[in-house]
């Protein structure tokens, strides 16, 4: 076996933990997504139940020390919700929804990464070199959304940090293609 062959086979080999890894982690944030789309249902149909019990408790107190409660108001444009923020104050329903709908998204947003992890190993282990032009675009969408979540949620300096990286990472994908290109030209 040559050198080529069991670099290959390495990386296969690599790929296929990965790959595993991947897998595992897709399912948690699936199930992780899952229960906070189930948190948001469950809380809006128990919306005036969990609001009397979060004012009538200390949670209430603990809230209030996070978010000025007193400014976190509902409001619409269109007549008929305001109405109902008007005369439904669910304000600790509210605030948490808030926080589990920014749960929910990232949640997704990071299922949706890691299916685009499995697809990119996928690929990896099906075909002839890892420089498949399937995996080079996949890695692009995977590396574009990822530094767009963490600009949104962790913050800037870090994302732009991982975004030179990920360029890195990108432009040494895109020059191994060319000389598996080259390499396969003069065989």
């Not at 948690?28 to 009397?52: C, K, M, P, R, Y």
């Not at 109405?83 to 949706?112: E, K, P, Q, R, W």
């Not at 692009?140 to 991982?162: E, K, Q, Y």
């Amino acid at each position: 076996m040559d050198v080529s062959a069991t670099r290959l086979q390495k990386v296969k080999n690599s790929c296929k933990v990965a790959s595993v890894v991947a897998n595992i982690a897709f399912i948690i944030t699936l199930v992780s997504s899952i229960i906070f789309f189930g948190l948001s249902v469950a809380l809006i149909a128990q919306a005036e139940s969990v609001n009397d019990e979060i004012a009538n408790s200390g949670v209430s107190e603990v809230i209030e020390q996070v978010i000025n409660v007193e400014d976190f108001e509902m409001t619409s444009s269109v007549p008929s919700m305001q109405a109902y923020f008007d005369s439904h104050n669910y304000v600790y329903v509210y605030v948490l929804l808030t926080y589990i709908f920014a749960g929910l998204i990232v949640a997704v947003v990071t299922t949706v990464l890691m299916g685009l992890l499995k697809k990119i190993f996928k690929i990896i282990l099906e075909s002839e070199s890892p420089f498949d032009d399937k995996v080079i675009k996949y890695l692009r969408i995977l590396f574009i959304t990822f530094v767009i979540m963490m600009a949104l949620t962790v913050n800037m300096p870090v994302a732009l940090i991982l975004g030179v990286i990920f360029v890195c990472v990108y432009n040494i994908f895109l020059y191994g293609k060319e000389l598996q290109r080259l390499s396969d030209e003069t065989l």
